[in-house]
């Protein structure tokens, strides 16, 4: 693939190729547009049910109709790219996703509102997992430094996404959180046309798997709903709740035994689960998702609910952990090139929960300062595991597998994303403490043994660095 041969395999601690800098970064607008858009229309649901005239039943929609068409278009990431070329598909992602930016920015009522967002997460589904796995097959043995680089955006993009809408929506106007999407996008396929090297992908030999399209991504979908409704609903007792999680159990659990026993290669092949590397970086990189995902909701909500600040300043409260993730993300990068990912992972992740007691002990009330501590050394802890954690994933597959790879991780991120935000609204909507304070420090111990649990699969990473094949 003509994308593997733009950065040779080298020593790590040679300088990175201009070149592969200069598509690291094209691609990296893409990653950012997904990364502001997860959570910048947080922050406007009120107001943009109250001019559309929709109840907020409905307007939930503009949410979850977004992670249900990423969740759908996700799985085929990787054969699209084989089949078409990586540079075409992303591409066609990136236009997918900035049409339907526009047309959400028009939107006259709710349900075309919604219709134009699933457009968007069709386009957002594909953008992330083609555009990492260009990266990953570029970089060869620089890929942890790579990766150091081109992550910190992308951490900081939930973040920066309420604080910008929360600006928009205060200044300005909702349609402008999709509108936004427009300049930079644009920007973004002018550069990649020009800079992306062209690969004409393996066309009549790559057939698509449709029975195992038609068990995975509607399992995938119904498993996202399940969780979503249970977060919404506080439980999951629910029939809304229940049906879907199970369906989709059904589906997956034949896709599995379709993908282990079919003749077509898989969308996701299992089969890379059989390698220790791969198992466990995948497996790690579900329960930080888990971690991370949960408490991007949590932190901001007990600001908003317990210290009575409204959401634009609940957003900016975050920055000190987006701080600490750009401080360290880069430095483990090029460490993680040096000496393999498993050392950074597991002092990251320790690092990550001392920053995280001081919010199981919120019924105490401690102070400010220390709460703001508390984010910068998560964050610290965070960046600590971005880079190394992906550069675990693809250094223990061979290069022409990096695109199923890639749509295994972000597959697995998304499904851990959802189960740990689900888990941390039931357990914080269940909680029988006397004062809300003390619920969000209980719910902030399930937020902590999350990410205790990542941990055992990073213990179980090979211990040394392991050369690309």
Same mark, same amino acid.
């Given at each position: 693939?003509?994308?593997?041969?733009?950065?040779?395999?080298?020593?790590?601690?040679?300088?990175?190729?201009?070149?592969?800098?200069?598509?690291?970064?094209?691609?990296?607008?893409?990653?950012?547009?997904?990364?502001?858009?997860?959570?910048?229309?947080?922050?406007?649901? @009120?107001?943009?049910?109250? *001019?559309?005239?929709? $109840?907020?039943?409905?307007?939930?929609?503009?949410?979850?109709?977004?992670?249900?068409?990423?969740?759908?278009?996700?799985?085929?990431?990787?054969?699209?790219?084989?089949?078409?070329?990586?540079?075409?598909?992303?591409?066609?992602?990136?236009?997918?996703?900035?049409?339907?930016?526009?047309?959400?920015?028009?939107?006259?009522?709710?349900?075309?509102?919604?219709?134009?967002?699933?457009?968007?997460?069709?386009?957002?589904?594909?953008?992330?997992?083609?555009?990492?796995?260009?990266?990953?097959?570029?970089?060869?043995?620089?890929?942890?430094?790579?990766?150091?680089?081109?992550?910190?955006?992308?951490?900081?993009? %939930?973040?920066?996404?309420?604080?910008?809408?929360?600006?928009?929506?205060?200044?300005?106007?909702?349609?402008?959180?999709?509108?936004?999407?427009?300049?930079?996008?644009?920007?973004?396929?002018?550069?990649?046309?020009?800079?992306?090297?062209?690969?004409?992908?393996?066309?009549?030999?790559?057939?698509?798997?449709?029975?195992?399209?038609?068990?995975?991504?509607?399992?995938?979908?119904?498993?996202?709903?399940?969780?979503?409704?249970?977060?919404?609903?506080?439980?999951?007792?629910?029939? =809304?709740?229940?049906?879907?999680?199970?369906?989709?159990?059904?589906?997956?659990?034949?896709?599995?035994?379709?993908?282990?026993?079919?003749?077509?290669?898989?969308?996701? @092949?299992?089969?890379?689960?059989?390698?220790?590397?791969?198992?466990?970086?995948?497996?790690?990189?579900?329960?930080?998702?888990?971690?991370?995902?949960?408490?991007?909701?949590?932190?901001?909500?007990?600001?908003?609910?317990?210290?009575?600040?409204?959401?634009?300043?609940?957003?900016?409260?975050?920055? %000190?952990?987006?701080?600490?993730?750009?401080?360290?993300?880069?430095?483990?990068?090029?460490?993680?090139?040096?000496?393999?990912?498993? $050392?950074?992972?597991?002092?990251?992740?320790?690092?990550?929960?001392?920053?995280?007691?001081?919010?199981?002990?919120?019924?105490?009330?401690?102070?400010? =300062?220390?709460?703001?501590?508390?984010?910068?050394?998560?964050?610290?802890?965070?960046?600590?595991?971005?880079? $190394?954690?992906?550069?675990?994933?693809?250094?223990?597959?061979?290069?022409?597998?990096?695109?199923?790879?890639?749509?295994?991780?972000?597959?697995?991120?998304?499904?851990?994303?959802?189960?740990?935000?689900?888990?941390?609204?039931?357990?914080?909507?269940?909680?029988?403490?006397?004062?809300?304070?003390?619920?969000?420090?209980?719910?902030?111990?399930?937020?902590?043994?999350?990410?205790?649990?990542?941990?055992?699969?990073?213990?179980?990473?090979?211990?040394?660095?392991? *050369?690309?094949?």
């Amino acid at each position: 693939m003509t994308v593997a041969k733009a950065a040779p395999a080298a020593r790590s601690d040679e300088e990175v190729p201009a070149q592969l800098w200069r598509m690291a970064g094209v691609l990296l607008l893409g990653a950012v547009l997904g990364g502001l858009d997860a959570t910048i229309v947080n922050v406007g649901i @009120d107001a943009i049910a109250g *001019e559309l005239r929709s $109840p907020l039943s409905t307007i939930q929609w503009v949410s979850t109709g977004y992670l249900l068409a990423v969740s759908l278009v996700m799985p085929i990431s990787g054969w699209a790219s084989e089949r078409f070329g990586a540079k075409r598909m992303w591409l066609v992602s990136v236009a997918l996703f900035v049409g339907g930016s526009a047309l959400c920015g028009i939107a006259w009522s709710a349900p075309a509102l919604v219709a134009f967002r699933v457009l968007q997460g069709i386009g957002g589904g594909m953008m992330q997992p083609i555009g990492q796995s260009m990266v990953a097959q570029a970089a060869g043995s620089k890929i942890g430094r790579v990766m150091g680089v081109t992550s910190i955006p992308v951490m900081l993009a %939930p973040v920066v996404g309420p604080i910008l809408g929360g600006a928009i929506v205060q200044s300005l106007d909702w349609r402008w959180m999709f509108l936004i999407n427009l300049p930079i996008g644009l920007i973004a396929l002018w550069l990649a046309v020009r800079v992306l090297p062209s690969e004409p992908g393996t066309a009549s030999g790559n057939r698509l798997d449709a029975v195992g399209l038609l068990l995975l991504s509607p399992g995938l979908a119904a498993v996202v709903y399940g969780f979503t409704a249970a977060g919404a609903a506080g439980g999951f007792s629910s029939m =809304w709740t229940v049906l879907p999680l199970a369906a989709g159990a059904v589906l997956l659990f034949g896709y599995g035994v379709h993908a282990l026993r079919g003749r077509v290669a898989p969308l996701i @092949d299992l089969r890379l689960f059989a390698r220790r590397g791969f198992a466990a970086a995948t497996g790690n990189s579900f329960l930080l998702g888990a971690s991370l995902y949960s408490s991007m909701l949590l932190i901001p909500l007990y600001y908003q609910q317990v210290q009575h600040v409204g959401p634009l300043a609940a957003g900016l409260l975050l920055a %000190p952990q987006a701080l600490g993730t750009a401080i360290t993300t880069f430095a483990a990068g090029r460490l993680s090139d040096r000496i393999g990912p498993r $050392p950074l992972l597991l002092a990251g992740i320790l690092v990550a929960l001392a920053g995280t007691v001081s919010f199981t002990q919120l019924a105490a009330q401690p102070p400010g =300062w220390l709460l703001t501590a508390s984010l910068l050394l998560r964050g610290i802890g965070m960046g600590m595991t971005m880079a $190394p954690g992906m550069a675990a994933v693809y250094q223990s597959v061979q290069r022409h597998e990096v695109p199923r790879a890639a749509s295994a991780l972000n597959v697995l991120n998304r499904i851990g994303g959802s189960l740990g935000t689900a888990l941390l609204v039931v357990v914080l909507q269940g909680s029988s403490a006397p004062e809300p304070a003390a619920a969000f420090g209980d719910t902030f111990w399930w937020a902590f043994g999350i990410t205790a649990l990542s941990l055992i699969p990073a213990f179980l990473l090979p211990a040394a660095k392991k *050369e690309p094949k």
